[in-house]
């Protein structure tokens, strides 16, 4: 990094990435064969794979029966929890909730997988999760009780996040209309999950909708960096 020029302008980041969570999977055929369609339709980074609570064996199973639909798409399987079935399922890591499940999963994920964290209701906890090694922060998922910040709340702590910190930062989207809020805040990437599979219209039209609207508050964001620096 170093060897850059100083002069150089810092490069303009990346365009911001889905990273889409699977309804809770009981028998993943559906999902399996939903998949490639899916994951060749939209830019897809990463899928969240959301088991059903039942024997380990079990989920076991299905978790290696998603993996190949989702690596091969070039995308990271993800557990929702779970730490203990990420290797033996074959998933990329995992997502987990608030700092102590995060501090307690690092050391049988790193260095190898990944280990994502949502449940920080603090700007400092955010920041403990970074220095712990998350490789992601997830901002605005919803809580126990299904309650949220509103909207521009969690646009401004992915402002915030993605002005300071190095890790990426995810804003969680309950619709096209936030996706493009998140990705014109500094979101690297956007997860979705519920609406996707919710759209009358099919999973299908749903990710390119959410797709087409990240790219465009990307484009925009760009345009008016580049007017305003140029």
Known sequence: MSSKSATKPA?????????LATPVVDDPASLVAELPALLAAADVAAVLVRLKETDQRTMISRVKALAPAVQSAGAALLLDGHVELVARGGADGAHLTGLAALEEAMPSLKP????GVSGLATRHDSMSAGEMGADYVLFGEPDAEGARPSTSAIAERLDWWAELFEPPCVGFATSSAEAFEFAASGADFVLVGDFIWADPRGAKAALVDVDAAIRKAYADATASTGAGHG
């Open 11 to 19: 490069p303009a980041r990346p365009a911001p990435r889905l990273y």
């Open 112 to 115: 190898d997988r990944i280990a």
